[in-house]
């Protein structure tokens, strides 16, 4: 069956709405936590969004999975080795091995690798290994707020939408 435009655009209303709204809670959020540049945060929102609660949560889990990976080998290898260009190229390559070896790895599987570089690339900006690190899990930081903000939401449109009208709500 083929949607209504009119119901199309109010869906497509809603889940802007959303990604809108978690966009600005993120942003507003985490510069009042002191994040200077919460863009991770923004980006994580926009792409763990969607406007089934369901599916939203599966994007959250899989992004939280490859996450982790992309952290943890970030991290280890910011300790190891400190920040480089080639530290990063080189750990992006061992987690997508890492990755292709695993059988039903989660969908999305690339994030790990990109959530690598994003992590590493904080290193950049650091003088000592001690400021990589600190950067390193302040975007971390971004991500998991990105998360929450994003599940939450999702929870609260489903929640909205699923409501049944008073009959004080009926005019």
Known sequence: ???????????????????????????????????????????????????????????????????????????????????????????????VISIMMIDHYPANWRLAPATVFIVMDAGRLAATQHQEISYAMMRMLEIAVGCGVALALARLYTYLAGRKPRETDVT
Do not use: Q
């Not at 083929?2 to 119901?7: G, K, V």
């Not at 802007?16 to 991770?40: E, N, R, T």
């Not at 899989?62 to 280890?76: E, P």
């Open 1 to 95: 069956m083929i949607a209504h435009p009119l119901d199309r655009f109010k869906k497509a209303l809603v889940y802007a709405s959303k990604m809108l709204l978690g966009a600005a809670i993120c942003w507003y959020g985490l510069l009042a936590m002191g994040v200077a540049d919460p863009v991770w945060g923004v980006i994580t929102v926009l792409i763990v969004s969607d406007p089934d609660v369901a599916t939203a949560l599966d994007l959250a889990k899989v992004r939280t999975i490859n996450t982790a990976v992309g952290c943890t080998v970030g991290l280890a290898t910011m300790l190891i080795f400190g920040y480089s260009p080639e530290a990063s190229l080189v750990a992006i390559a061992l987690t």
